[in-house]
């Protein structure tokens, strides 16, 4: 069985601080790593996708890919309250659609 | 305009009912699917459909029944509905069936079976 696994927090992080989210995942074989947000009673959105070792930034979230160490983190710079919310790591490759992590909630404190 | 919209946004029904649940995208989309999230947050497939062709179908009791029309719908069908059925079903799209697209979800459907 292929698994996502995500500390569930909550994480709590001063306003300004960088936020650090990690994920690990079972399957050597995966391919794809996306991260998504998700506020209270909404639907969870899209924010970074990598498919390749290293980092990839987009503003001020940086997605970082370790495939030899099976683990994807996702870094917010200068984190706001806006950026509170629960946020999922999603894995897939091969022949299997994305297995979902549990997520992270993220608590930012002004 | 809404991307992917799913209606109705609350559905209260009592055991042993009926409900559909319908899903519509105007992004262009050939693949939608059809999640569940549980009260703890997790996000699991129950079915996908890639140009009206269903090619996944996770194990979901047949209770669950998929319909799509056309590409751009697809609805869910709920017989005889049961407590533990009680969850928040979202439907997606993505581009293609490649497991390397991103998902765009819509605004999802709060099922509570009493």
């Known amino acids: 069985q292929k698994e996502v696994e995500q500390n569930s927090g909550p994480l709590s992080v001063p306003e300004g601080a960088i936020a650090s989210l990690n994920c690990t995942y079972s399957d050597r074989g995966s391919q794809s790593f996306f991260w998504y947000r998700q506020y209270s009673g909404k639907s969870p959105e899209l924010i970074m996708f990598i498919y390749s070792n290293g980092d990839k930034e987009d503003g001020r979230f940086t997605a970082q890919l370790n495939k030899a160490s099976q683990y994807v983190s996702l870094l917010i710079r200068d984190s706001q309250p806006s950026d509170s919310a629960t946020y999922l790591c999603a894995v897939s490759g091969g022949s299997y659609i994305p297995t979902f992590g549990r997520g992270t909630s993220l608590i930012v404190h002004p | 305009d809404t991307a992917v919209s799913q209606t109705p946004k609350y559905l209260v029904t009592q055991m042993g009912n009926d409900k559909s649940i319908k899903c519509e995208q105007n992004?262009?989309?050939?693949?939608m699917y059809w999640y569940k999230q549980d009260s703890k947050k997790f996000l699991k497939i129950m079915f996908s459909y890639n140009n009206k062709e269903l090619i996944i179908n996770e194990t979901v009791p047949n209770r669950f029944s998929p319909k799509s029309p056309d590409k751009a719908h697809l609805n869910l069908h709920i017989n005889s509905l049961e407590l533990g059925d009680s969850a928040v079903y979202f439907c997606?799209?993505?581009?293609?069936?490649?497991?390397?697209?991103?998902?765009?979800f819509g605004s999802g459907t709060r099922l509570t079976v009493v």
């Open positions: 997606a799209s993505s581009p293609g069936p490649s497991y390397n697209y991103g998902y765009t």
């Open positions: 992004l262009g989309h050939d693949t």
